[in-house]
Structures are given as C-alpha cells and as structure tokens.
C-alpha cells in the first residue's frame, strides 16, 4: 500500500515538474518572417500600450506602470535597444485614441510613429478580467503584440498569449498578485517568441 502511495507521489511531482518546464519553453509566435528571425533589427520603437478591452471596468490596469515598463525591461533582456515613443501619431494635429488604434490594418499601423523609425512594436492589452469561483477568484488577461515595418507596410511578427490563474481561499487570494503575475506571465511568454538579438 505504501509502495503505491509512493509511486503515485512520484508521478504527481513529475508531472508538476513537467508542466513547470514546459511553461519555460519557448512557443512560436504567431506568425513571423523568415527574415526578421534571421536578422532582428537593433532598435524597435514601443508605441503607447493600446487598451484594447471591451469591458475597461472589470479590472483596474495602470498601462504604464503594469505592461509598458515590465515589456521595455523584458525586450532590454532580450537584447534590443527600444524606443518608448509617448504618442501613436507624429503628423501634426492628428491624436488618436485606443479604439482607432485597435481596428488598424499593418498599412494603417506603419503610418503611427516617429518618422524616421523603421520597426515598430505595438501592445494590445484584450483581457484583464476577474471571475469569482466557490473558493475564490480566477485572473485572466490576455496580451497580444505586432512588429511593423514601417517601410514596407507589413507585419514582420505577431503573437498573443492568455494567462489565466486562481486563488484557493480569502487569504490566498489576497496575499497572491495574481493580476500581476498573470500580467508579467504573459509578457514573458511575448518577448521569448521574439528572436534573440546575439
């Protein structure tokens, strides 16, 4: 009886062992060129983090302070060199607003920016959201991110990932930052799939 308690033990710790690995491979994006995965370029251009969620209201989210500086710390990690641009549009007395962004084709999307830049890199916040279950809450946020060629009107990368996580419990539910580990997960997850800059 003891033997197959322990067997069963094993199996469980492997499999938890396993699925903790397997959250540090690196998946493929999306979709990406062959020849920005061969040659990266050396300086992106971050545009503002989009706010891309249908309802704003189900979770509180500094773009900022939440996306935006954790995503500039994960590509410097990766080896580019990015500029934040604080602003979508650079014509003159042209602003645009997170919903015009979102409903942007490549071609629309390569006309944002600094002129002068050759790759931008836009963020879509979809998800950010909270449900509450029997024994505490679940977090779901989902991020997905594109690589414009400003030159050429086209997407040189795309992807997007879904995190989702529970608590057990009131207190665990508070102690555990759910959001932002859910946040920083699928941050990670985006900038691994990028090619690495050598």
């Not at 994006?29 to 249908?54: G, N």
Request: neutral net charge; aromatic residues 6%; hydrophobic residues 45%.
């Amino acid at each position: 009886m003891n033997k197959f308690r322990f067997i069963r033990a094993a199996n469980a710790a492997c499999l938890l062992f396993c699925s903790m690995l397997a959250g540090c491979v690196a998946q493929e994006p999306v979709y990406v060129e062959a020849e920005f995965v061969k040659s990266p370029p050396d300086t992106m251009v971050l545009l503002p983090v989009v706010d891309a969620r249908k309802d704003k209201s189900a979770s509180d989210v500094d773009l900022q302070k939440d996306v935006a500086r954790p995503l500039l710390g994960r590509l410097a990690s990766r080896g580019y060199t990015i500029i934040a641009a604080d602003r979508y549009a650079y014509a003159e007395g042209k602003e645009l607003t997170s919903a015009e962004i979102v409903d942007m084709d490549a071609a629309e999307l390569a006309k944002l920016g600094p002129p002068d830049a050759r790759f931008l890199m836009i963020c879509f916040v979809e998800d950010v959201s909270q449900s509450n279950v029997v024994l505490g809450k679940t977090i779901k946020v989902e991020i997905s991110a594109v690589v414009v060629d400003k030159q050429r009107a086209c997407y040189v990368w795309k992807d997007k990932h879904v995190d989702s996580r529970g608590g057990m419990g009131g207190l665990a539910v508070q102690l555990v930052p759910m959001q932002s580990m859910a946040i920083g997960r699928c941050i990670d997850e985006l900038v691994v799939s990028l090619p690495k800059k050598h």
